[in-house]
Every structure is written in C-alpha cells, then in structure tokens.
T-cell receptor, first 114, second 115 residues
Framework: ETGVTQTPRHLVMGMTNKKSLKCEQHLGHNAMYWYKQSAKKPLELMFVYSLEERVENNSVPSRFSPECPNSSHLFLHLHTLQPEDSALYLC?????????????FGAGSRLTVL | KNQVEQSPQSLIILEGKNCTLQCNYTVSPFSNLRWYKQDTGRGPVSLTIMTFSENTKSNGRYTATLDADTKQSSLHITASQLSDSASYICVVRNAGGTSYGKLTFGQGTILTVHP
C-alpha cells in the first residue's frame, strides 16, 4: 500500500445509476487529485483540491461531482454516466504544490459503465 | 501546446536483457521530468526525477538521462527482471502556470519481460 487507499477497486454501473468513488490518504498531504486513465491515453487531470478547496476543474462534465470533506478524504460522485466514461480512476495526493513534490497514487477504481 | 511523446508504445524483451525507453517533450518552461512505473492493477510509482541541471540519475537498475537542449529523456533498464513488466510513464512539469503546477503525461510504454 502506498498510503493512498481507493474503494471500490472495481465498479460496474448502468447509465442511470448513482455511485461514488472514495479515496483516503494517511500521509498528511495537503493536496488531493482525481485523474482519469483510459487505455493507450495519457492520464487526464480531472480535479485538484488544496486543503479541501477545489483549485482546478479541468472541464469535466457535471455528471462527475467531487467532494473533499477534509484533507484526508476525497470522493467522486458519479451520476448518469456514459459508456465512454469507463476507465481507471486514480486518486493521488502530494504534500503541496512545489516542483519537487511527488504524486502518491492509489491503486485506482476500475469503472465500467454499461 | 505542451506535449509528451513516448516510444515505443510497447516492447517485449527477454529476461536479463537491457532496454531503453524514450520520452520527447515540448513543455516550456521546463521544471522537471519524472519517470513513473505502473504495475498492472496499481497506481503509478515514481522512479526518478530529473531537473534542468541533471544529465543522468540512477535508481538501482534504472538509469534516466535528460538532454534539456533537445528536450529528450530516456530510461535505461539493465539486466531486466520479470518484475520490470509494467507501464512506464514520463511526466513533465511546467515551471509556469498555476501554483499547483501543470503536469503533462506521456501515454506510457508497456514493457513485457519474458522468461
């Protein structure tokens, strides 16, 4: 384990379902991120949170709704998704935003939208 | 537009052999470049970071090089092992932009090591 835990690891949902992905970090980091990883494509940044405040929303459709109740937890609420949203969703954290800060990733949540 | 291109897309080698992965980038202004290793079913893990003034850095059997003039980096793996089978991702940080920094990810090179 890297110190960043994601649940569930696998999720299958219909287009009309509502589900949530959860991320928890035990590293005392101040920044948390959601990335989308699709096959043969670079990681796409979705959201960035700094000390519970959203600092980036990278033109993500509103069917994805993030929530950061505290600096250790991050959620991604999913509603009315499309099949093209099927992907691996990675949560990451970092101490802050200085150039040398490394991202620590969770193992990801594999989402399949039917 | 900031871009990171990796080659080859995929690579198959025999255990014990060496290999080199390439990363070309157009990110400017440049801050640093990281190589990540992503095992199947896991998130990426940082292998090494290269700053502007560094040409070579080693981490065990992994050696990264950086040529900031030509905007190229390579990751050389020596005496490959089965556990080296993974996706290797090159990530370049932009020195400008927002305070949280802009990261540009490559699409990764999938390495498969056969016994």
């Amino acid at each position: 384990e890297t110190g960043v835990t994601q649940t569930p690891r696998h999720l299958v949902m219909g287009m009309t379902n509502k589900k949530s992905l959860k991320c928890e970090q035990h590293l005392g980091h101040n920044a948390m991120y959601w990335y989308k990883q699709s096959a043969k494509k670079p990681l796409e940044l979705m959201f960035v949170y700094s000390l519970e405040e959203r600092v980036e929303n990278n033109s993500v459709p509103s069917r994805f709704s993030p929530e950061c109740p505290n600096s250790s937890h991050l959620f991604l609420h999913l509603h009315t998704l499309q099949p093209e949203d099927s992907a691996l969703y990675l949560c990451a954290s970092s101490p802050g935003f200085s150039g040398a800060n490394v991202l620590t990733f969770g193992a990801g949540s594999r989402l399949t939208v039917l | 537009k900031n871009q990171v291109e990796q080659s080859p897309q995929s690579l198959i080698i025999l255990e014990g052999k060496n290999c080199t992965l390439q990363c070309n980038y157009t990110v400017s202004p440049f801050s640093n470049l990281r190589w990540y290793k992503q095992d199947t079913g896991r998130g990426p893990v940082s292998l090494t970071i290269m700053t502007f003034s560094e040409n070579t850095k080693s981490n065990g059997r992994y050696t990264a090089t950086l040529d900031a003039d030509t905007k190229q980096s390579s990751l050389h793996i020596t005496a490959s092992q089965l556990s080296d089978s993974a996706s290797y991702i090159c990530v370049v940080r932009n020195a400008g932009g927002t305070s949280y920094g802009k990261l540009t990810f490559g699409q990764g090179t999938i390495l498969t090591v056969h016994p």
